[in-house]
C-alpha cells in the first residue's frame, strides 16, 4: 500500500485575502429563511394559520446554523463558503416538503410523521459533518484506502444478510436494525470514492501508460486491469442480485469518470462502456425487475403497462402531478403530491416540482450545480493527486445522482429508484451526503488556504522513484497545525528538509489533470441542460417525454386518468350558485384529502340545473361543470380576484353565478308537477331569462357529491337504474317529446307566412282523414266531431282538430313546415350554458307524414325549452331571445363582476303574425281547450297538446304552452308545461286537463309577484 502524499514545505509569501466566512453566514441566513418560509406557507396554504413552534424552530435552525458555521470557522476557515449554505438551503427545502406531505398524510388518517424523523436524520448528518472536519489533512484518508474498499464491499453485501436485509419494490438494498431501516450503499459511494481516488493516484501511471495499442487504443496490463473488472464485477453483482440499476450505475459511472480524470485516457471509456452495456442490456432482457423499468420508461402512458402490476402507474402520477404544477406550481402545500407513492422519497421531485412549478424545480437543479461546480471547483484548485481525484469523485457523485433520479422521474432515462441528495426522505442518503459535504469543505480548505498559511503539497506519487523516500523521510516528522487565517507568514522548513522543485512532468501531468476535471464540468453542465430540457418538456410543454407530444388519452393534463385535475376543484372553495337571494349551492370545509365538500340546500328541486360535483365519479355535470370557470376562480373576469388573492396572501376562492331562476316560481313549479314525471320550463319573454326550470323525477345531488365513495356509488347504482331517469334533464334534453298539438302554432305561422290561409279561412273539418298513399284514417282527439264539419281556423286552433290542420300542413308543404321550423331555432345548437340538445324535424317523404308532423306527431321532436321559446317569440311581437340562466358573474365576496346582456336570437315572424297568433291563443284558453289555465286577474294565452306515444299503458304526452300578464301587450311570463305519457297520464288523457292547470299555478305565481 502506497504511502499517502504528505506536504513538503517551501517558503511562500501572499498578500491575506479573505477567507469568505462572513459570505457564508449572510447566505446561511438566506438558507436558513429559504427553508423557514417554506414551512411557514405549507402551515398557512395547509390549516390557513402560521404554525405554533415557529419562532421556536427558527430559533433552534438558527442556533444550529450558528454553530456549525462556527466550528467551520474553527476547522476549515478557508472552506469554500458556498458549499454548506447551498446544502442547508437544499436540506430545508427538503425538510419542508416532507412536512407538507405528513399534513397530507394524516388527513387520510395515516400518521407517519416522516418531517420529524429526517430532522432527527439531519441533526445526526450535522454531527457528522462536524466530526469529519476534525480530519484537518485530507491526505490522511489515504492511509485507509483499503478498509475504505472493504468497508464499501462490505456495505453493499449487507443486504444480502439474512435477517438482516430485506427487499422493497423488487430491489434488494435495504436493511433493517430494530425499527430502522437503512440503505448502505449510500456509504458505499463515499468509501468507494476514496479508494478509487487513493487507487488510481499510487497507479495511474501504470494504468495511463503501460500495455499495448490495439485499434488506437492504449489497453492496460492485465494486472491493472483487474481492479476495473472487479469493480465492473461488483456493480454487475449488485445489478443482477439486488436489481438495483440505479446504484450499479451510480457506482460504475463514478469508477470510469474517475479513473479517467486520473489517467486522460478515452480508452478506459469505451473500456468502461465495453464492459457495462452488455451486461445493461443483459439485465435489460433477462431481469424482471429491470425489464418492467425499461417497460415503464418507455411506454409509460399505454394503459396496459399504466395498469400492470409494477408497470408505469407511479411514474405516470408522478408526471401528472408535474404537469399540473406547468410553470408557476400550485403554491406550498395547494397540489397533491400524496397522490403518488413515495412522494417524500423516490419522487420528492416530482412533489417539488408539483408545488413550486418548473420555475422552482429549475431552481432546485441549479442549487445541485452550484454545489456540483463549488465541487469541482475545488479540484482544479488543489495542489495534490488525490485531493484533485476526491474532489472530483465526490462531485461527480452527486451530479450522477441526480441525473438518475431526475432524469427517472421525467423520462428521460429508465426510472432507477435513487434518493435526491439532501432533499429525499431518508437517513441513510442523508447522512451520506452530509459526509460528502464535510469532505468537500475540508478539501476546498486546503485548495483555498494561501501558500502563506500552507505548506505547498507535492504529491510523492508525482514524483520519481529515486525522489519518493526522499521527500516521506522529510514529511514524517509531525507537521504544525493548521493555523487561524492571518496575514502573518506560516513557520518555513529549512533548507535541509526541503525536497527538490517537482520536475516539469509533474506540472504538466496537473495541468492535464486539471483538463480532464474542466471535461467533467462540461459533462455535468450537459447533463444539467439534458434535465432542464425533460424538465420543460413536462411542466412546460405537458409532455409525456421528449420524444412524446401526447398520448392516446392527451396531454398530461387533459389525461382523463390524471385525478388530480378532479382533486384541484375539490381543493378549491368553489363559488356558490344563488337562485335569487338563495343559495341552491355551496362548498364547506371538510376534514379530509378533498379540503372543500360540495352541498346543495336546494336539493332535488334545483338538482337538474346545478348537477352535481362529484368525487366519487372524479366528475361534475349542470351549471358545475357549465360554468366551471367561474366557480373555480379560473375565469378571466375573476383576474382582479386572483390578483388581490397573492397581494394579501389569502386562499384563492371560486367566483359565484347568480341564476335568473326566480325561486317562487321553480317552487310553483315543482309543487305543481307534484313528483309527476314531467318538465316545466318559464321564460321572461323579453329578455330570454330563464324563470324556472324544474324535472321530475329529481334526485339529491348531496348523495353523488358524498366524499364516501360507497355512499355516492350507491346512488348513483340506484339512480341510473331507475326506469323514470331521473338523472335525466327533461327541460332540455333525454329522449325528447313529440310536441302533439302544440306544433300547430307553427303549422299556423307556416300557413300566415306562405298566405295559404289565415284564422278566418273556413276549412274542412271532417271526424276522419284518410291519410293519403295509407289507409290510416286520422280522427280527432277521441274521435269528436270538430264543429259542424266546417269551421274557420281560429275555431280548429282553440279546439285542437286534427282533421283540418293536418289538410293544412299536406297544403302548406312539407319544405315550408321544415323551413318554418328551422326559422324557430329547431336543429340549432344552444347553450344556456347548459348544452340543449337540438329539437328536430326531420324530413319526411310522403303526405301522410308531413300531415302528421303539421300536428306534431310522427317523428317530430321537441324540448320544453323549445316549446317555451316558441311561446316567448309570439310574446315579443316576434322577437325571439336568448335564453340564459346565468344573470349575473359575482366574485367571492358577491360582489358583481359581469350581468348579463339579453340578445336577440332570431326573429322568425313578424308583429302581425305574432299579433294573429297572440289572437288565436288567447281564444284557446278563453273557449277553448286550454280554459284551465285561466287564471283570475291575468289574460293568458296559450295552447294544449294531446301527442299520442304508442305506450302500452295508453297514456299521451301532454302539454301546455303559453304565455301570460296583466297587460297581455307586454306579457311577464312564456311557460311550456309537459307530462311524461304512460300509466300517469291513462286515465286523465288531455293537455287541457292535465298540463294546464300546471301552467295556471305557475304564471299565477310569476304574475302575482
Known amino acids: 500500500m502506497t504511502s499517502p502524499a504528505r506536504p513538503a514545505s517551501v517558503p511562500a509569501s501572499a498578500p491575506p485575502r479573505r477567507t469568505g466566512r462572513w459570505a457564508e453566514a449572510g447566505l446561511l441566513l438566506i438558507a436558513l429563511v429559504i427553508g423557514l418560509a417554506a414551512f411557514v406557507l405549507t402551515a398557512l396554504n395547509r390549516t390557513g394559520a402560521s404554525p405554533a413552534q415557529s419562532l421556536r424552530l427558527a430559533a433552534a435552525l438558527a442556533a444550529v446554523c450558528l454553530v456549525v458555521h462556527l466550528w467551520v470557522r474553527r476547522t ?27 399534513l397530507s398524510y394524516e388527513r387520510t388518517g395515516q400518521v407517519h410523521d416522516y418531517g420529524t424523523k429526517q430532522a432527527v436524520w439531519t441533526a445526526l448528518g450535522v454531527v457528522l459533518f462536524c466530526l469529519v472536519l476534525l480530519i484537518r489533512d485530507h491526505r490522511l484518508l489515504r492511509r485507509w484506502d483499503h478498509w475504505a474498499m472493504w468497508g464499501g464491499l462490505g456495505f453493499l453485501v449487507l443486504p444480502f444478510v439474512p435477517g438482516l436485509g430485506t427487499e422493497v419494490n423488487g430491489a434488494r438494498i435495504w436493511i433493517h436494525l430494530g425499527p430502522m431501516s437503512f440503505q448502505p450503499a449510500e456509504l458505499t459511494k463515499v468509501l468507494l470514492a476514496i479508494f478509487f481516488a487513493s487507487y488510481l493516484v499510487s497507479n495511474r501511471d501504470n494504468l495511463a501508460l503501460a500495455g499495448r495499442r490495439v485499434l488506437g487504443l492504449n489497453l492496460p496490463r492485465a494486472r491493472h486491469l483487474a481492479p476495473l473488472l472487479v469493480v465492473w464485477g461488483v456493480s454487475i453483482l449488485v445489478l443482477v ?42 439485465a435489460a432482457t433477462h431481469l424482471a ?119 427517472g422521474v421525467t423520462r428521460l432515462i429508465p426510472l432507477t429508484g435513487l434518493t435526491t441528495p439532501f432533499l429525499a426522505y431518508g437517513g441513510s442518503s442523508l447522512i451520506a451526503n452530509w459526509i460528502i459535504l464535510a469532505l468537500l469543505v475540508r478539501l476546498s480548505d486546503a485548495a483555498r488556504r494561501p501558500a502563506a498559511a500552507a505548506p505547498r503539497i507535492i504529491d ?216 309527476r314525471s314531467g318538465s316545466v320550463v318559464a321564460l321572461d319573454p323579453s329578455t330570454g331569462a330563464i324563470l324556472a326550470m324544474v324535472s321530475s323525477p329529481s334526485y339529491d345531488p348531496n348523495l353523488l357529491a358524498s366524499h364516501d365513495a360507497a355512499t355516492a356509488q350507491s346512488a348513483w347504482d340506484t339512480l341510473s337504474e331507475d326506469a323514470t331517469k331521473p338523472l335525466v334533464n327533461r327541460a332540455i334534453g333525454g329522449d325528447l317529446y313529440p310536441p302533439g298539438s302544440t306544433f ?121 325549452l323549445m316549446m317555451a321559446m316558441v311561446a316567448a317569440t309570439i310574446a315579443n311581437d316576434g322577437e325571439q331571445m336568448t335564453p340564459y340562466l346565468i344573470a349575473q358573474t359575482l366574485d367571492s365576496d358577491l360582489s358583481v363582476v359581469s350581468t348579463a346582456t339579453p340578445k336577440v336570437a332570431r326573429t322568425p315572424i313578424d308583429s302581425s303574425t305574432a299579433q294573429a297568433l297572440s289572437e288565436l291563443m288567447q281564444q284557446a284558453v278563453t273557449d277553448g281547450t286550454g280554459t284551465t289555465a285561466q287564471v283570475a286577474g291575468v289574460t293568458v294565452a296559450g295552447k294544449t297538446g294531446t301527442a299520442e306515444t304508442g305506450s302500452a ?15 297581455i301587450a307586454k306579457p311577464t311570463i312564456a311557460v311550456a308545461v309537459v307530462l311524461d305519457g304512460g300509466e300517469q297520464t291513462a286515465t286523465t288523457g288531455t293537455g287541457g286537463s292535465v298540463a294546464g292547470p300546471i301552467a295556471a299555478s305557475v304564471i299565477d305565481a310569476a304574475v302575482d309577484q
Request: charged residues 15%; aromatic residues 8%; hydrophobic residues 40%.
Open 289 to 407: 425487475h429491470v425489464q418492467q423499468r425499461i417497460t415503464a420508461w418507455l411506454h409509460a402512458m399505454d394503459p396496459s403497462v399504466y395498469e400492470m402490476p409494477g408497470g408505469s402507474w407511479q411514474l405516470v402520477t408522478g408526471l401528472f402531478g408535474m404537469a399540473y404544477g406547468g410553470l408557476m406550481g400550485t403554491g406550498w402545500g395547494e397540489g397533491y403530491p400524496n397522490l403518488t407513492t413515495f412522494a417524500n422519497s423516490d419522487f420528492i421531485v416530482a412533489s417539488l416540482g408539483e408545488e413550486l412549478g418548473l420555475t422552482g424545480t429549475l431552481a432546485v437543479l441549479m442549487l445541485y450545480l452550484i454545489l456540483v461546480q463549488r465541487g469541482l471547483r475545488t479540484a482544479l484548485a488543489l495542489r495534490d493527486g488525490f485531493g484533485k481525484l476526491l474532489a472530483t469523485a465526490l462531485s461527480f457523485t452527486i451530479a450522477l445522482q441526480v441525473f438518475v433520479v431526475v432524469g
Open 241 to 282: 442480485l439486488q436489481r438495483d440499476l440505479g446504484s450499479s450505475v451510480l457506482l460504475f459511472g463514478l469508477f470510469v469518470v474517475t479513473l479517467y480524470v486520473a489517467t486522460d485516457r478515452p480508452s478506459w471509456l469505451v473500456i468502461g462502456a465495453a464492459l457495462f452495456l452488455p451486461a445493461a442490456w443483459f
Open 744 to 864: 300547430k302554432i307553427l303549422t299556423m305561422a307556416a300557413a300566415l307566412r306562405t298566405g295559404t290561409a289565415d284564422a278566418s279561412t273556413e276549412v274542412s273539418a271532417p271526424d276522419t282523414l284518410t291519410l293519403p298513399g295509407t289507409n290510416h284514417a286520422l280522427s280527432n282527439y277521441a274521435g269528436e266531431s270538430c264543429g259542424n264539419g266546417t269551421v274557420t281556423l281560429a275555431y280548429a286552433f282553440a279546439e285542437s282538430c286534427n282533421t283540418p290542420f293536418a289538410q293544412l300542413a299536406m297544403d302548406v308543404g312539407d319544405d315550408e313546415l321544415a323551413t318554418e321550423a328551422a326559422n324557430w331555432g329547431f336543429e340549432e345548437d344552444l347553450e344556456i350554458p347548459l348544452t340543449v340538445t337540438p329539437s328536430t324535424y326531420p324530413a319526411n317523404d310522403s303526405q301522410a307524414q308531413t300531415a302528421m308532423a303539421g300536428i306534431g306527431q310522427a317523428s317530430v321532436r321537441v324540448t320544453p
Open 953 to 967: 299503458e295508453g297514456g299521451p304526452v301532454t302539454w301546455f304552452v303559453g304565455f301570460a300578464g296583466t297587460d
Open 460 to 675: 510523492t506519487a508525482d514524483l520519481p522513484t529515486s525522489l519518493r523516500k526522499q521527500v516521506q523521510d522529510a514529511d514524517d516528522a509531525p507537521a504544525p497545525a493548521s493555523p487561524e487565517p492571518t496575514a502573518a507568514p506560516a513557520p518555513q522548513r529549512t533548507d535541509a528538509t526541503r525536497p527538490p522543485s517537482p520536475p516539469p512532468s509533474h506540472t504538466r501531468r496537473g495541468r492535464r489533470m486539471n483538463r480532464q476535471i474542466r471535461q467533467v464540468t462540461a459533462l455535468v453542465l450537459i447533463m444539467v441542460l439534458a434535465l432542464a430540457a425533460s424538465l420543460t418538456s413536462v411542466q412546460g410543454l405537458n409532455r409525456p417525454a421528449l420524444w412524446e407530444s401526447s398520448s392516446q388519452q392527451g396531454t398530461l393534463t387533459t389525461d382523463s386518468r390524471n385525478s388530480r385535475m378532479v382533486y384541484a376543484q375539490f381543493g378549491t372553495d368553489r363559488g356558490q350558485i344563488l337562485a335569487g337571494n338563495t343559495v341552491i349551492a355551496d362548498s364547506e370545509a371538510s376534514d379530509d384529502a378533498y379540503t372543500y365538500q360540495r352541498t346543495y340546500p336546494g336539493g332535488e328541486l334545483y338538482a337538474p340545473v346545478t348537477g352535481y360535483f362529484s368525487t366519487a365519479f372524479s366528475s361534475m355535470t349542470g351549471l358545475e361543470l357549465a360554468a366551471n370557470s367561474v366557480l373555480n376562480g379560473e375565469d378571466p373576469s375573476l383576474f382582479s380576484s386572483r390578483i388581490k388573492s397573492l397581494v394579501t396572501g389569502e386562499t384563492q376562492k371560486g367566483g359565484a353565478i347568480k341564476l335568473t331562476i326566480d325561486p317562487q316560481v321553480q317552487q310553483a313549479a315543482w309543487d305543481a308537477l307534484g313528483g
Open 76 to 102: 476549515a476557515p478557508w472552506a469554500d463558503p458556498v458549499l454548506l449554505p447551498t446544502a442547508v438551503a437544499l436540506n430545508g427545502i427538503g425538510l419542508a416538503m416532507i412536512h407538507r406531505l405528513d
